[in-house]
Protein backbone atom coordinates (compact mmCIF):
# COMPACT_ATOMS: atom_id res chain seq x y z
CA UNK A 1 0.00 0.00 0.00
CA UNK A 2 1.55 3.41 -0.70
CA UNK A 3 2.57 5.61 2.32
CA UNK A 4 1.46 9.45 2.71
CA UNK A 5 2.17 11.30 6.05
CA UNK A 6 1.87 15.01 7.41
CA UNK A 7 4.51 16.01 9.42
CA UNK A 8 4.34 19.11 11.91
CA UNK A 9 4.90 19.80 15.38
CA UNK A 10 2.49 19.69 17.03
CA UNK A 11 0.61 17.11 14.42
CA UNK A 12 -2.02 15.82 16.92
CA UNK A 13 -5.17 18.27 15.77
CA UNK A 14 -4.53 17.48 11.80
CA UNK A 15 -7.40 17.03 9.98
CA UNK A 16 -5.03 15.58 7.14
CA UNK A 17 -5.78 11.91 7.82
CA UNK A 18 -8.90 12.36 8.09
CA UNK A 19 -9.19 14.23 4.47
CA UNK A 20 -7.15 12.08 2.85
CA UNK A 21 -8.40 8.56 3.89
CA UNK A 22 -11.85 10.37 2.71
CA UNK A 23 -10.62 11.40 -0.58
CA UNK A 24 -8.36 7.59 -0.91
CA UNK A 25 -11.99 6.34 -0.28
CA UNK A 26 -14.06 8.43 -2.98
CA UNK A 27 -11.40 7.72 -5.54
CA UNK A 28 -11.06 4.15 -4.50
CA UNK A 29 -6.84 4.76 -4.30
CA UNK A 30 -5.08 2.67 -1.87
CA UNK A 31 -3.16 4.39 0.31
CA UNK A 32 -2.26 4.88 4.06
CA UNK A 33 -1.93 8.98 5.48
CA UNK A 34 -0.85 9.13 8.56
CA UNK A 35 0.19 11.77 10.86
CA UNK A 36 4.04 12.29 12.43
CA UNK A 37 5.13 14.44 14.65
CA UNK A 38 8.58 15.45 13.43
CA UNK A 39 11.19 16.40 16.54
CA UNK A 40 12.19 20.24 15.86
CA UNK A 41 15.52 20.06 14.54
CA UNK A 42 15.45 16.76 13.01
CA UNK A 43 12.87 17.69 10.05
CA UNK A 44 14.63 16.44 7.67
CA UNK A 45 16.27 12.83 9.23
CA UNK A 46 12.62 12.46 10.03
CA UNK A 47 11.45 12.74 6.27
CA UNK A 48 14.36 10.76 5.39
CA UNK A 49 13.54 7.76 6.94
CA UNK A 50 10.28 7.91 5.90
CA UNK A 51 11.37 8.06 2.37
CA UNK A 52 13.60 5.08 3.25
CA UNK A 53 10.93 3.05 4.07
CA UNK A 54 8.65 3.76 1.21
CA UNK A 55 6.73 6.82 1.40
CA UNK A 56 5.40 8.41 -1.73
CA UNK A 57 5.05 12.05 -0.75
CA UNK A 58 3.78 13.84 2.20
CA UNK A 59 2.34 17.30 3.15
CA UNK A 60 4.49 19.68 5.83
CA UNK A 61 2.98 22.21 8.54
CA UNK A 62 3.40 24.50 10.41
CA UNK A 63 6.82 24.72 11.62
CA UNK A 64 8.56 22.74 8.81
CA UNK A 65 7.11 24.37 5.54
CA UNK A 66 10.44 26.41 5.32
CA UNK A 67 12.40 23.50 5.86
CA UNK A 68 10.26 21.27 3.40
CA UNK A 69 11.47 23.53 0.67
CA UNK A 70 15.18 23.23 1.69
CA UNK A 71 14.86 19.87 0.74
CA UNK A 72 13.08 19.71 -1.87
CA UNK A 73 15.31 19.04 -4.95
CA UNK A 74 12.92 20.81 -7.86
CA UNK A 75 10.66 23.41 -6.74
CA UNK A 76 7.81 24.90 -8.97
CA UNK A 77 7.78 28.69 -8.83
CA UNK A 78 5.03 28.61 -7.13
CA UNK A 79 7.04 27.17 -4.62
CA UNK A 80 9.91 28.95 -4.91
CA UNK A 81 7.79 32.98 -4.81
CA UNK A 82 6.19 31.21 -1.59
CA UNK A 83 9.42 30.13 0.05
CA UNK A 84 7.57 27.27 1.82
CA UNK A 85 6.65 23.63 0.75
CA UNK A 86 3.91 22.27 1.82
CA UNK A 87 3.82 18.77 -0.58
CA UNK A 88 6.44 16.50 -1.50
CA UNK A 89 6.80 14.18 -4.38
CA UNK A 90 8.84 12.13 -6.74
CA UNK A 91 8.51 13.09 -9.88
CA UNK A 92 9.18 10.91 -12.88
CA UNK A 93 13.01 10.95 -12.72
CA UNK A 94 12.63 10.15 -9.09
CA UNK A 95 13.62 13.66 -7.68
CA UNK A 96 12.13 14.89 -4.57
CA UNK A 97 9.96 17.52 -5.51
CA UNK A 98 8.25 20.56 -3.31
CA UNK A 99 5.08 22.37 -4.40
CA UNK A 100 2.66 24.92 -2.26
CA UNK A 101 -0.82 24.04 -2.56
CA UNK A 102 -1.79 26.64 -0.36
CA UNK A 103 -2.36 29.24 -2.87
CA UNK A 104 -4.42 27.14 -5.09
CA UNK A 105 -6.15 25.99 -1.97
CA UNK A 106 -7.64 29.44 -1.65
CA UNK A 107 -7.98 30.65 -4.83
CA UNK A 108 -9.89 27.58 -5.78
CA UNK A 109 -12.70 27.79 -2.37
CA UNK A 110 -12.86 31.82 -3.06
CA UNK A 111 -13.65 30.82 -7.27
CA UNK A 112 -14.93 27.59 -8.05
CA UNK A 113 -16.87 26.65 -4.25
CA UNK A 114 -18.16 30.03 -3.58
CA UNK A 115 -18.36 31.56 -7.41
CA UNK A 116 -16.52 34.87 -6.51
CA UNK A 117 -13.81 35.47 -9.71
CA UNK A 118 -10.76 37.85 -8.51
CA UNK A 119 -10.13 38.89 -11.70
CA UNK A 120 -10.33 42.76 -11.98
CA UNK A 121 -10.76 42.88 -8.13
CA UNK A 122 -9.50 45.59 -6.26
CA UNK A 123 -7.58 43.14 -3.30
CA UNK A 124 -6.60 43.88 -0.14
CA UNK A 125 -4.47 41.40 1.86
CA UNK A 126 -3.57 41.54 5.25
CA UNK A 127 -0.58 40.56 6.71
CA UNK A 128 2.80 39.58 5.33
CA UNK A 129 4.12 36.74 7.30
CA UNK A 130 4.48 32.78 5.58
CA UNK A 131 1.13 32.47 5.08
CA UNK A 132 0.39 35.28 2.84
CA UNK A 133 3.75 34.77 1.15
CA UNK A 134 2.57 31.49 0.36
CA UNK A 135 -1.00 32.76 -1.43
CA UNK A 136 0.12 35.78 -3.51
CA UNK A 137 1.64 33.88 -6.59
CA UNK A 138 -1.85 31.98 -7.35
CA UNK A 139 -3.67 35.12 -6.48
CA UNK A 140 -2.11 36.89 -8.80
CA UNK A 141 -2.25 34.53 -11.72
CA UNK A 142 -6.44 35.64 -11.59
CA UNK A 143 -5.05 39.19 -12.88
CA UNK A 144 -6.13 40.66 -10.24
CA UNK A 145 -7.20 44.71 -11.30
CA UNK A 146 -4.59 45.70 -8.01
CA UNK A 147 -3.16 44.06 -4.68
CA UNK A 148 -2.52 45.89 -1.49
CA UNK A 149 -0.46 44.15 0.90
CA UNK A 150 -1.14 45.64 4.78
CA UNK A 151 0.58 44.69 7.18
CA UNK A 152 1.24 46.42 10.87
CA UNK A 153 5.13 46.29 10.52
CA UNK A 154 5.16 48.04 6.84
CA UNK A 155 8.57 46.70 6.09
CA UNK A 156 7.23 43.80 5.55
CA UNK A 157 4.81 44.28 3.49
CA UNK A 158 7.15 46.37 0.98
CA UNK A 159 9.58 43.64 0.92
CA UNK A 160 6.89 41.02 -0.34
CA UNK A 161 5.28 43.17 -2.32
CA UNK A 162 8.36 43.88 -4.44
CA UNK A 163 9.06 40.47 -4.48
CA UNK A 164 5.92 39.77 -6.05
CA UNK A 165 5.31 42.80 -8.40
CA UNK A 166 6.89 41.42 -11.53
CA UNK A 167 3.52 39.27 -11.37
CA UNK A 168 0.53 42.19 -11.64
CA UNK A 169 -0.05 45.58 -9.83
CA UNK A 170 1.01 44.72 -5.85
CA UNK A 171 1.98 47.32 -3.54
CA UNK A 172 2.54 47.93 0.16
CA UNK A 173 0.63 49.79 3.03
CA UNK A 174 0.38 50.30 6.71
CA UNK A 175 -2.51 49.60 7.83
CA UNK A 176 -3.84 52.90 9.41
CA UNK A 177 -2.85 54.74 6.13
CA UNK A 178 -4.99 52.36 3.81
CA UNK A 179 -7.71 54.05 1.41
CA UNK A 180 -10.31 51.70 0.35
CA UNK A 181 -13.05 50.45 -0.41
CA UNK A 182 -11.76 47.00 -1.46
CA UNK A 183 -13.94 44.51 -3.69
CA UNK A 184 -12.45 41.23 -1.83
CA UNK A 185 -10.05 41.81 1.59
CA UNK A 186 -8.19 38.24 2.45
CA UNK A 187 -6.90 38.22 6.21
CA UNK A 188 -3.68 36.42 6.45
CA UNK A 189 -2.79 37.91 9.73
CA UNK A 190 -2.05 35.61 12.90
CA UNK A 191 -4.49 37.88 14.58
CA UNK A 192 -7.38 35.67 14.17
CA UNK A 193 -5.44 32.94 16.67
CA UNK A 194 -4.66 35.28 19.53
CA UNK A 195 -9.11 36.27 18.76
CA UNK A 196 -7.89 39.53 17.26
CA UNK A 197 -8.18 41.86 14.78
CA UNK A 198 -6.11 44.15 12.87
CA UNK A 199 -7.32 47.85 13.76
CA UNK A 200 -8.14 49.45 9.99
CA UNK A 201 -9.61 52.70 9.46
CA UNK A 202 -13.15 53.47 8.28
CA UNK A 203 -14.37 52.91 4.45
CA UNK A 204 -12.36 49.47 3.53
CA UNK A 205 -16.08 47.90 2.69
CA UNK A 206 -18.06 48.57 0.36
CA UNK A 207 -21.79 46.76 0.12
CA UNK A 208 -20.46 43.91 -2.86
CA UNK A 209 -17.14 43.70 -0.61
CA UNK A 210 -16.19 39.73 0.09
CA UNK A 211 -14.03 39.21 3.02
CA UNK A 212 -12.16 35.62 3.41
CA UNK A 213 -10.34 34.39 6.57
CA UNK A 214 -7.59 32.23 5.83
CA UNK A 215 -8.43 30.71 9.67
CA UNK A 216 -11.71 28.62 10.51
CA UNK A 217 -12.71 28.52 14.05
CA UNK A 218 -16.43 27.12 15.67
CA UNK A 219 -17.03 30.53 15.61
CA UNK A 220 -17.21 33.42 13.39
CA UNK A 221 -13.25 34.57 13.20
CA UNK A 222 -12.80 38.43 14.73
CA UNK A 223 -11.93 39.58 11.10
CA UNK A 224 -15.34 37.76 10.34
CA UNK A 225 -17.11 39.49 12.43
CA UNK A 226 -15.56 42.65 11.50
CA UNK A 227 -16.41 42.48 8.19
CA UNK A 228 -20.40 41.33 8.81
CA UNK A 229 -20.53 44.88 11.05
CA UNK A 230 -18.84 47.06 8.11
CA UNK A 231 -21.52 45.67 6.48
CA UNK A 232 -19.39 43.15 3.36
CA UNK A 233 -21.61 40.96 0.93
CA UNK A 234 -20.05 37.68 2.14
CA UNK A 235 -17.78 36.92 5.46
CA UNK A 236 -15.88 33.33 4.34
CA UNK A 237 -13.50 31.43 6.50
CA UNK A 238 -10.94 29.26 5.43
CA UNK A 239 -12.17 25.40 6.07
CA UNK A 240 -12.57 25.37 2.80
CA UNK A 241 -9.21 25.92 1.61
CA UNK A 242 -7.84 23.61 4.43
CA UNK A 243 -9.68 21.18 2.27
CA UNK A 244 -8.46 22.31 -1.20
CA UNK A 245 -5.25 22.79 -0.57
CA UNK A 246 -5.24 18.81 0.44
CA UNK A 247 -7.25 17.84 -2.59
CA UNK A 248 -4.62 19.38 -4.59
CA UNK A 249 -1.63 17.49 -3.27
CA UNK A 250 -4.03 14.22 -3.56
CA UNK A 251 -4.00 15.20 -7.08
CA UNK A 252 -0.35 15.85 -7.41
CA UNK A 253 0.67 12.39 -5.71
CA UNK A 254 -2.56 10.21 -7.52
CA UNK A 255 -3.33 12.17 -10.66
CA UNK A 256 -7.03 12.42 -9.48
CA UNK A 257 -8.79 15.07 -8.49
CA UNK A 258 -11.41 14.43 -5.41
CA UNK A 259 -14.45 16.03 -5.01
CA UNK A 260 -14.28 18.24 -2.13
CA UNK A 261 -17.70 19.87 -1.47
CA UNK A 262 -19.53 17.06 0.21
CA UNK A 263 -16.61 16.91 2.29
CA UNK A 264 -16.33 20.51 3.11
CA UNK A 265 -20.29 20.14 4.28
CA UNK A 266 -19.50 17.54 6.73
CA UNK A 267 -16.38 19.28 8.14
CA UNK A 268 -18.64 21.99 8.44
CA UNK A 269 -21.16 19.83 10.52
CA UNK A 270 -18.69 18.18 12.74
CA UNK A 271 -16.83 21.56 13.83
CA UNK A 272 -19.87 23.74 14.67
P1 LIG B 1 2.36 32.99 9.36
O1 LIG B 1 3.42 32.05 8.88
O2 LIG B 1 1.15 32.33 9.94
O3 LIG B 1 2.01 34.01 8.35
P2 LIG B 1 4.03 34.89 10.70
O4 LIG B 1 5.07 34.76 9.64
O5 LIG B 1 4.45 34.95 12.14
O6 LIG B 1 2.99 33.70 10.63
O7 LIG B 1 3.15 36.18 10.35
C1 LIG B 1 2.11 36.59 11.14
C2 LIG B 1 1.44 37.80 10.48
O8 LIG B 1 0.32 38.20 11.28
C3 LIG B 1 2.34 39.00 10.38
O9 LIG B 1 1.98 39.73 9.23
C4 LIG B 1 1.98 39.78 11.65
O10 LIG B 1 2.27 41.16 11.61
P3 LIG B 1 3.78 41.68 11.93
O11 LIG B 1 4.59 41.35 10.72
O12 LIG B 1 3.62 43.13 12.17
O13 LIG B 1 4.22 40.92 13.15
C5 LIG B 1 0.51 39.55 11.69
N1 LIG B 1 -0.11 39.70 13.03
C6 LIG B 1 -0.03 38.86 14.06
N2 LIG B 1 -0.76 39.29 15.12
C7 LIG B 1 -1.32 40.46 14.72
C8 LIG B 1 -2.19 41.39 15.34
N3 LIG B 1 -2.63 41.21 16.59
N4 LIG B 1 -2.58 42.48 14.63
C9 LIG B 1 -2.13 42.67 13.36
N5 LIG B 1 -1.30 41.81 12.71
C10 LIG B 1 -0.90 40.72 13.39
Given at each position: MDKYAVF ?12 H??FA????QLLSYE?I ?10 VRSFLAEGGKGLNV ?11 A ?14 TLYFND?GLLCGE ?149 SFYIWRGV ?16
Amino acid sequence: MDKYAVFGNPISHSKSPVIHAQFAQQTSQLLSYEAICAPVGKFEETVRSFLAEGGKGLNVTVPFKEEAWQVAKVRSERAELAGAVNTLYFNDEGLLCGENTDGVGMVRDIQENHGYSITGKKVLVLGAGGAVRGVMKPILEQNPGEVVIANRTVSKAQTLAELFSPFGHVSASSLDTLRGPFDLIINGTAASLQGEMPVLPQGMVHSQSWCYDMMYSTEPTPFNRWASNEGACRQLDGLGMLVEQAAESFYIWRGVRPDTSSLISRLREQIL
